[in-house]
C-alpha cells in the first residue's frame, strides 16, 4: 500500500521509497506508478485499467514526494506548470563537509554522460551543457556532516548530486558523486520534501509535504 500525502479527483501524490523507481523498469521491483494505481483501482472499485500520468520523477535512490495525475486534463496542466516553472520544489539533504555559506543560490552548467549515467558540473558554459540553479539554506551541521534544505530552481537529471558533490559537500551514500563509502540500504540521504503550486483546476494553492526522516545522527 501506497502512502499516500494527497488526493483529490485531479491528482494523487505519494512517497516513494529509496531503492523504488517511478515507472515500471526491468528486473526492478514493484514501482511507485504501479502501486499507485492498484490503490486507486482498489479504493475506486474500478474494473478497468486506471489511468495515471507520471507528471515528474525523481531518482531511484532517493526518497519522497512524487505527485501523479488523475485524468489527462491534470496531466496536460500539470506538465505545463513544471514547464513554466511554476512549481517550488523543495529537498532535505544531508551531506558531507559544510557548505561556504549559510544561505547561497548556486550556478553550475551541467553536461550529461548518458554512458556512465552522470551529470558534470562546470563553473562555464561547455558544449552540451545546460544551466542549473539551486538555493541552498543550511539547517544543521555537526563533526562531518551537515543537514540542508534545498529549493530546487530549474529541474536537471542528477542536478542536486552533481552541483553539491562540485562544492565539496557530496551527499550520504552517493558514490557516484564522491561520498566515501555507500548506506547499508543503497540509499542516499537526499529526500524529495514539498511541493508547492496553484491546483490545475481548482486553482488554490497547494502545499504537499513528505516528511523528512534525515537527521544528523
Not at 557530496?170 to 508547492?196: F, N, W
Amino acid at each position: 500500500m501506497p502512502d499516500i500525502i494527497f488526493e483529490d479527483n485531479h491528482l494523487i501524490a505519494a512517497v516513494k521509497r529509496s531503492g523504488q523507481t517511478v515507472q515500471p523498469e526491468p528486473n526492478k521491483p514493484l514501482s511507485l506508478e504501479e502501486e499507485v494505481k492498484s490503490y486507486i483501482k482498489q479504493s475506486s472499485n474500478k474494473p478497468g485499467d486506471v489511468f495515471l500520468g507520471v507528471i515528474h520523477r525523481i531518482d531511484m535512490p532517493v526518497s519522497g514526494l512524487v505527485l501523479f495525475a488523475k485524468t489527462s486534463k491534470a496531466l496536460t496542466r500539470m506538465n505545463e506548470i513544471f514547464q513554466k516553472r511554476e512549481v517550488e520544489k523543495y529537498y532535505i539533504v544531508k551531506v558531507h563537509n559544510k557548505p561556504a555559506h549559510h544561505k547561497e543560490i548556486i550556478t553550475h552548467w551541467l553536461r550529461r554522460d548518458e554512458k556512465k549515467n552522470i551529470t558534470k558540473a562546470f563553473d562555464e558554459e561547455v558544449t552540451h551543457s545546460t544551466k542549473a540553479q539551486l538555493e541552498y539554506e543550511l539547517l544543521e551541521t555537526s563533526g562531518r556532516f551537515s543537514v540542508l534544505k534545498i529549493r530546487l530552481l530549474t529541474g536537471r537529471k542528477h542536478q542536486i548530486r552533481a552541483q553539491l558533490a562540485y562544492i565539496g559537500c557530496s551527499i550520504e551514500g552517493d558514490m557516484k558523486y564522491g561520498a566515501p563509502s555507500p548506506m547499508k540500504d543503497q540509499s542516499i540521504s537526499l529526500h524529495s520534501y514539498s511541493l508547492k503550486f496553484v491546483h490545475p483546476v481548482k486553482k488554490d494553492e497547494l502545499e504537499l509535504i513528505a516528511p523528512s526522516k534525515i537527521k544528523l545522527n
